[in-house]
C-alpha cells in the first residue's frame, strides 16, 4: 500500500496534522509534504485549512473511503500469503459485543497467544450495530455479535448458543415464587440494554412474538453496561433479562435468582460476522476456526 494513502487516512481520522504525525513517529513537514504529494497527484485539495482547523473535502471524503478498503485489501493479501507459508502472525482488528468480550473473549485471545505467538490483537467493544458499522467501514477484520445479521453484504458464522433469562434479587418478592406470568412482566420494574445491542433485540423480538410489546413494559432503566444492569438487578430494585453467561456466577451463589416465564423461552446465536466474498483466509480464518474448534 501506498505509504502516503496510510498517512492521509491518519490524518483524515484524526482532522489535525500534529496528532497524526505522533502516531505516525514522523515529523510534522513530512506529513505535509506527503498531504501536498497526494493533492497535487489528484489534481484537487483533500483538506479545506481554516483558522480552526482542517476538513476533509468531498474529494477527501472519497479518498478515505478508498483508502480504507485498500488497507484493507492489503492486508487480506498478505495474511492469503502468509498463510500459504503457514505464517499466522500480523494483528487482526477484532470487534466483539459487551457480552462476549466479558465472559468469552478473554479466554479465546489466551489459547490463541498460546497456539499463535506471532499474532496480535486490536479489540474494540461496541454493541451489534455499532460493530457492523466498524465492519462495512472496514475498521476492523472481523466481528463477533449476538443474535441475527440479516444484511447481503456481511456473511455470519455461528459460534455457540446462548439463553437470556430473566433474574431478580434474591431479595425480591417474586424470588421465591420463581416465575411470573408474561401479563404480570408488564407490572414490574424492568432493567434492559440500549436500542443498538444485540441482547435487547432478541429479547424484543421474543416478546413481540408473544404479543408482548417493548414500550408496553414497566422500562426504569436502559444501560449499555451489563455490568450495571447485574448491579442493578442485585440491589432488588428491578428485574432485568440477562445473558445466562454473564451471571453464572451469581446465579450460583443466590446473589440472583432465575425468574422463570413459562411462555417464553430466549435463545441466541454469537456469530462472527465478516464481509460477503470470499471466506476469510490467514490469521482471520485461524482465529475463526480455534473459537469454533476449542481444546477439550
Known amino acids: 500500500m501506498d505509504y502516503r494513502l496510510h498517512v492521509f487516512r491518519i490524518v483524515a481520522e484524526e482532522l489535525n496534522f500534529t496528532k497524526a504525525a505522533k502516531l505516525l513517529n514522523i515529523s510534522q513537514p513530512a506529513v505535509t509534504r506527503h498531504i501536498a504529494q497526494l493533492e497535487e497527484y489528484y489534481a484537487t485539495p483533500l483538506f479545506l485549512r481554516q483558522k480552526s482547523g482542517i476538513t476533509l473535502t468531498a474529494a477527501g471524503h472519497k479518498l478515505l473511503e478508498y483508502a480504507l478498503q485498500i488497507e484493507h485489501l492489503d492486508q487480506q493479501v498478505t495474511q492469503a500469503i502468509r498463510s500459504r507459508q503457514h505464517i499466522i502472525s500480523g494483528t487482526l482488528r477484532l470487534a466483539a459485543s459487551l457480552t462476549v468480550s466479558e465472559c468469552l ?33 472496514s475498521k476492523i477484520d472481523l466481528g463477533v455479535i449476538e443474535g441475527d445479521c440479516y444484511r447481503h453484504d456481511i456473511k455470519t458464522e455461528f459460534i455457540q448458543q446462548d439463553e437470556i433469562i430473566c433474574v431478580a434479587a434474591v431479595h425480591h418478592q417474586l424470588a421465591r415464587a420463581g416465575s411470573l406470568s408474561l401479563a404480570q412482566l408488564k407490572k414490574w420494574p424492568l432493567t434492559v440494554r440500549e436500542p443498538g445491542s444485540g441482547t435487547r433485540q432478541v429479547v424484543e423480538s421474543a416478546l413481540q412474538k408473544r404479543g408482548v410489546k417493548f414500550h408496553d413494559l414497566n422500562l426504569e432503566f436502559e444501560l449499555n453496561n451489563s455490568q450495571a444492569i447485574k448491579q442493578i438487578a442485585i440491589s432488588g430494585h428491578c428485574l432485568a433479562f440477562m445473558p445466562r453467561a454473564t451471571i453464572h456466577e451469581e446465579l450460583q451463589t443466590g446473589k440472583l435468582v432465575h425468574i422463570k416465564i413459562p411462555q417464553l423461552k430466549i435463545t441466541r446465536a454469537f456469530q462472527f460476522i465478516y464481509p460477503a466474498g470470499p471466506k ?10 480455534l473459537v469454533k474448534n476449542p481444546r477439550p
Do not use: C, H
Not at 490467514?282 to 482465529?287: D, H, K, L, W
Open 105 to 137: 473473549l478473554p479466554g479465546w485471545l489466551i489459547e490463541s497467544r498460546r497456539k499463535y505467538p506471532g499474532l496480535r490483537f486490536s479489540v474494540t467493544t461496541g454493541n451489534t450495530d455499532e460493530i457492523i458499522g466498524s465492519l462495512l467501514a
Open 280 to 289: 476469510p483466509t490467514g490469521s482471520v480464518r485461524a482465529f475463526m476456526e
